[in-house]
């Protein structure tokens, strides 16, 4: 009995988290980080003030907790793409393109490109980003340099000037340009780094 009243408390906590991070993903996205507030939040969650801070610490807290699901979101369409099996320079184009498919989704490019930065600081953000998208793109970079595919470059900058571009195309994406442009001008700058005969098709 007690191992169930546990299981189900841990339940109703996680509904609550699940529905204050729901709450805080539409306003933020709808009003912005400044423009909303408490009450604003626990209202939209159907939930109480206290559960709100039994959870987070501040409305800041909420916020990041918003923009570390949202990159994890990101994160798992990559992978999912770039699925184990596929040429690694294959594999970076697929999770290339599954990264600016991802980030159409409403409100999603403002949240995690302009407005994170804003509240949280370059530093954390870039801390969010190591766990998520950017360690993708790591880890594809790594493969291709490891199976050759690209000559071994120093994987950190690399990754760091990749990613780069490929938030600025999610941007202009956002914007109204076509995200076909900016892949395969991407894809461009891959086969230009690759190893001879391993450009992507």
């Known amino acids: 009995m007690q191992e169930m009243a546990r299981r189900s408390n841990k339940d109703r906590s996680d509904t609550t988290r699940a529905a204050l991070i729901a709450a805080g993903r539409q306003l ?12 604003e939040l626990v209202t939209e969650a159907g939930v109480t003030r206290g559960a709100l801070y039994h959870h987070f610490a501040d409305k800041r807290a909420l916020f990041r907790a918003v923009v570390e699901a949202e990159a994890a979101a990101v994160a798992a369409e990559i992978e999912s793409a770039a699925r184990p099996g596929l040429a690694p320079l294959k ?12 980030m ?12 994170a930065a804003a509240v949280l600081g370059r530093e954390e953000l870039d801390a969010i980003d ?3 998208g950017g360690r993708t793109l790591h880890e594809g970079l790594a493969a291709a340099m490891q199976a050759g595919a690209l000559p071994s470059l120093p994987l950190a900058p690399t990754a760091q000037l990749l990613g780069a571009a490929y938030d600025r195309a999610a941007l202009a994406v956002a914007a109204g340009a076509d995200p076909s ?3 395969k001008l991407i894809d461009r700058v891959l086969a230009g780094l690759a190893s001879p005969g391993t450009a992507p098709r």
């Open 28 to 39: 933020f996205i709808s009003r912005g980080y400044a423009e909303t507030g408490t009450p």
């Open 91 to 102: 594999a970076l184009s697929r999770g290339g393109a599954a990264f600016l498919e991802a």
């Open 104 to 115: 159409r989704v409403p409100g999603r490019t403002q949240l995690l490109l302009i407005d």
């Open 130 to 132: 190591a766990r998520h």
């Open 181 to 183: 442009d900016w892949h």
